[in-house]
């Protein structure tokens, strides 16, 4: 079992929609939680960092950790064309800085 | 803020020989740094920690002799890739951790050993 799951997609939806993307994990000790959107050829980029259980805000992005769970999930309101990317979530347990990668979903955002 | 820079963004070499790629924080000061590795469609596979000033710390199957890292100021870390096979081709990404938890990626450079 891997670390950290992830569905690779591709999740096509249409423009406007709202986007659900969800990772589970193994690791109990994960408090670190992240979100990046990559690009095709290009280096991720950080949309969310959140610390332990909750909700966190962000214009059209909220993320969502349940450790009871061990269940986190980014939803992209008003989806746009451009937010089409794949999506990365992110993990790191206490004392160390090392992120456990899920696979990545791609994400279609059709016009 | 919190812009990390790669360079090359792309290269091509010959097989056996050496490239470097340099990472770059530009607007702050990182004293860990990590080098990624991504295969086609794949995720980031972690190969090394940078720690300024001192040695890198490789993750398992990482050959440290094969991918060398330095990181020889708050800004700047390097990895050499020596003696380059076709099976290194790869894109290789840098981040920087800023504070925290929080780290900052480069945009990448794609190697391709001929």
Do not use: M
């Given at each position: 079992q891997k670390e950290v799951e992830q569905d690779p997609g591709p999740l096509s939806v249409p423009e406007?929609?709202?986007?659900?993307?969800?990772?589970?994990?193994?690791?109990?000790?994960?408090?670190y939680f992240m979100w990046y959107r990559q690009y095709s050829r290009k280096g991720p980029e950080l949309l969310m960092y959140t610390y332990s259980s909750?909700?966190?805000?962000?214009g059209r992005f909220t993320a969502q950790v349940d450790k009871s769970s061990k269940y986190i999930s980014l939803f992209i309101r008003d989806s746009q064309p451009s937010d089409s990317a794949t999506y990365l979530c992110a993990m790191a347990t206490s004392g160390t800085y090392k992120y456990i990668f899920g696979t990545g979903t791609r994400l279609k955002v059709l016009a | 803020g919190a812009?990390?820079?790669?360079?090359p963004s792309?290269?091509?070499?010959?097989?056996g020989t050496s490239v470097k790629i340099e990472c770059r924080s530009l607007d702050f000061q990182a004293t860990t740094m990590f080098?990624?590795?991504?295969f086609p469609k794949k995720s980031l596979m972690l190969m090394a920690t940078s720690n300024e000033g001192?040695?890198?710390?490789?993750?398992?199957?990482?050959?440290?002799?094969?991918?060398?890292i330095n990181h020889a100021?708050?800004?700047?870390?390097t990895l050499t890739v020596t003696s380059a096979h076709p099976e290194d081709s790869s894109f290789y990404i840098c981040s920087a951790r800023l504070a925290g938890y929080?780290?900052?990626?480069?945009?990448?450079?794609?190697?391709?050993?001929?």
């Open positions: 406007g929609a709202i986007v659900s993307l969800n990772c589970t994990y193994s690791n109990s000790a994960f408090q909750g909700n966190k805000e962000d | 812009v990390v820079s790669q360079h792309r290269v091509i070499c010959k097989s080098w990624y590795r991504q001192s040695k890198a710390t490789y993750e398992q199957g990482v050959e440290k002799d094969k991918f060398l100021s708050l800004t700047l870390s929080e780290q900052y990626f480069g945009p990448g450079t794609r190697l391709t050993v001929t």
